[in-house]
């Protein structure tokens, strides 16, 4: 929407609405609350000179934005009928039932609120949580955030003076409660109207230098997302690009903490979109295999979302031109979330209201304390000096040592403290120093502490500390520790118990953990996956050996495991006959294996197959091992240069930043990523990747290269 749009019509409204509400019922009451609203605020003009109507209007459609359901929409119209023309609560309630009626009692409650503008952080953190405190109903607060960035957005008819308050109060309260629910495409306007009245000279200057940057700038973005384009294509990646365009805020923030005007006006910016988050890791290999990443500048924000949910790749190239690219890599519904936040719940009609709210409490968990609250405070002014001594009392602002401040209970420990900085940190703490001093793990934090935590790589949390910790995000964080500990012991000893069982019965791995064999196990036994099955083995559930009996009248020869696997139609057909010189024998035609995916440097050896000429495998692929007769020597044709197709199996013990630091590998080693395969279990991470590679020299040093990262337990090469 544009923003210097004069007038929203009731028409214009009803067709938005229309494009995702479809009820004849709920488009009524809609209608309603226009028709009532009007009638009431008939003879009142906003300060603009308008009729009073057109600010409900453009506060209902720039919620329709954001798909509001049409309670919202009746709310946002009927938002400031109590306050300006009298209408009582019960007379809403009549006309449009109590939950409409309670979104507009919510939105006249905060607007009545008056708060004065502090400079202190923690006075200013407790009016953010009192107005999110006494909204029981989540809605209120995304009306309340639509109903300043209108009045923002006519910010100009007031006095200087207004114009300013007005925009700090703005910065400093709603902000970053937009921030906190994840919607950013209101917070950005709200920060760029903020910026505009607080700071004018600042606001217009950088204005005038990004457009006269635009032509440059835009013609670069444009040849760069012609060879995106191209490039993402020919691997067959389903996307979309766009420019993209930033904030003026932004670059505000960037020029304060001191960078030069050109760094930040040079730098062109793209987002590309695509279907799945696996293809997100992909599309970054692929971009970093043509263009060179500037190290340290990935981020990886699709494994470690930001705290109010954003999710995203982001890298800076040397792209196009010779220019830097600074490009943000998502799919569709990590980009709804990133412009919309918890609101971008409401584009899933199915999920509906229950999710949204959901959502939206999850997010504000935080001030959930001060939600029970408002049950017994009926007076505003009682109930909002109580909240705010309530918090004072309660809350404890401490110090990172680089001056964060981190925010807790009163009652908090250094446990506590560690654990809310990151969980990594809280697995890891040996001791804390405080103000300077070396103080014990239960040691209660006071408000102003400077605390640094002293960890080590090899420590891991300790029982006591459930003991010891205050807030139940960290005791959750700890027994979380150990239930993944407790069933890791039992996974790995299951898995070894059923191996030695399976060695000592001379069954096969390869035929016996097939696909069909372990999905009847998994019914039979009616568990979700094979990790189960192991932790149920390890935990002396089950025997190894009731769980070989189940497949005991199932087993097939080996000659027509083989015969299977290479006449079925998944087996990837690829001629590769060039490469691959079969002794004595010319003109056939030569497969690689599916099985093992042989590449050159490998030692391989062929297998005539019935009809569908030679087959080449590993020299250690189990599916081959017991049949000399239909094998023919085989040899890897030096003077063929070209990629070769290969899975491998890599096992992490977690899922933060792997897949970025596997891509960052590939990059720096000519190694094409072509899928990425989650494969879900409950307690492993576990990803079947297919790369290009030349050889296997090349292979094994990107396989020692990824071991010897932390958070890597294996890498394997996959035979199927
Ligand atoms: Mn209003």
Aim: net charge neutral; charged share 30%.
């Amino acid at each position: 929407m544009r923003k210097d749009k004069p007038n929203i019509s009731f028409e214009e409204l009803y067709d938005k609405v229309s494009t995702y509400i479809f009820n004849e019922e709920d488009k009524n009451v809609i209608k309603h609350a226009y028709e009532f609203a009007k009638e009431k605020h008939a003879f009142q003009k906003r300060h603009t000179g308008e009729d009073y109507i057109t600010h409900p209007l453009n506060v209902a459609y720039i919620l329709s934005d954001i798909n509001a359901d049409y309670q919202t929409i009746s709310a946002a119209l009927l938002h400031d009928t109590m306050k300006e023309c009298d209408v009582t609560k019960k007379e809403l309630e009549e006309e449009f039932g109590l939950e409409i009626a309670n979104l507009v009692d919510g939105v006249t409650k905060i607007n009545k609120l008056n708060f004065s503008s502090s400079d202190n952080e923690a006075m200013l953190a407790n009016q953010r949580k009192i107005i999110v405190g006494i909204t029981e109903d989540v809605r209120v607060i995304t009306i309340k955030l639509a109903d300043r960035l209108h009045n923002m957005r006519t910010l100009w008819i007031l006095s200087e003076k207004k114009q300013k308050e007005n925009a700090i109060e703005t910065l400093e309260i709603l902000v970053p409660i937009a921030h906190r629910l994840g919607m950013n495409k209101i917070k950005s306007e709200l920060e760029d109207l903020s910026l505009r009245y607080s700071k004018p000279d600042v606001y217009f200057s950088i204005v005038e230098k990004l457009n006269q940057t635009k032509v440059e700038r835009n013609s670069n973005v444009e040849l760069m997302k012609d060879a995106l384009i191209k490039l993402l294509n020919s691997h067959g990646i389903k996307h979309k690009i766009k420019g993209r365009a930033k904030s003026i805020y932004s670059i505000y923030k960037k020029l304060d903490t001191g960078r030069r005007f050109s760094d930040i006006y040079d730098l062109n910016a793209l987002r590309i979109f695509v279907d799945t988050e696996a293809c997100c890791y992909q599309t970054l290999g692929i971009i970093h295999s043509k263009y060179r990443p500037i190290p340290k500048r990935f981020k990886d924000y699709i494994a470690m979302p930001k705290e109010n949910g954003y999710q995203s790749l982001h890298t800076t190239v040397f792209g196009e031109n010779g220019q830097l690219y600074e490009i943000q890599i998502r799919t569709y519904e990590m980009d709804d979330l990133a412009e919309h936040g918890v609101a971008s719940h409401w584009a899933y009609k199915e999920k509906g209201k229950a999710v949204l709210q959901s959502a939206m409490e999850e997010k504000l968990q935080f001030f959930r304390s001060i939600m029970e609250l408002s049950n017994e405070e009926s007076n505003d002014e009682i109930f909002v000096n109580s909240v705010k001594e309530e918090i004072l009392k309660k809350i404890i602002y401490v110090f990172t040592p680089k001056g964060d401040i981190i925010e807790l209970p009163l009652g908090s420990t250094p446990i506590d403290f560690a654990y809310k900085v990151h969980t990594k940190v809280g697995d890891s703490t040996v001791g804390a120093i405080i103000n300077g001093n070396i103080e014990p793990l239960d040691y209660k934090l006071q408000d102003n502490d400077i605390i640094k935590i002293n960890t080590s790589k090899t420590a891991t949390p300790s029982r006591e500390w459930l003991n010891m910790a205050y807030t139940s995000q960290a005791k959750n964080k700890i027994k979380a520790y150990f239930n993944r500990i407790d069933k890791e012991e039992n996974l790995k000893k299951g898995e070894e118990l059923l191996l030695k069982a399976l060695k000592r019965k001379k069954i096969s791995n390869v035929e016996f953990f097939k696909e069909e064999n372990i999905s009847k196990i998994l019914n039979e036994l009616n568990i979700g996956d094979i990790n189960e099955l192991y932790i149920g083995i390890g935990s002396n559930k089950y025997s190894p050996l009731s769980v070989i009996n189940i497949l005991q009248n199932q087993e097939l020869t080996k000659e027509e495991i083989i015969l299977s696997k290479v006449n079925s139609n998944d087996h990837v057909d690829i001629n590769i006959k060039d490469d691959i010189i079969v002794e004595g024998i010319d003109q056939i035609k030569v497969n690689i294996a599916a099985c093992c995916k042989p590449i050159k440097g490998d030692n391989i050896v062929g297998y005539i197959t019935k009809g569908n000429g030679i087959s080449v495998h590993r020299n250690n692929c189990p599916n081959i091992s017991d049949i000399e007769e239909r094998l023919i020597d085989v040899k890897w044709n030096d003077n063929v240069d070209k990629k070769y197709l290969t899975n491998i199996l890599v096992r992490a013990n977690n899922n933060k930043n792997v897949l970025m630091d596997i891509v960052a590998k590939t990059s720096t080693q000519d190694i094409t990523v072509q899928s990425i395969n989650t494969i879900n279990t409950t307690e492993d991470f576990l990803f079947d990747i297919s790369i290009l590679v030349q050889n296997k020299e090349k292979l094994d040093k990107f396989i020692r290269d990824l071991e010897i990262l932390d958070s890597i337990i294996k890498v394997e090469r996959i035979i199927k």
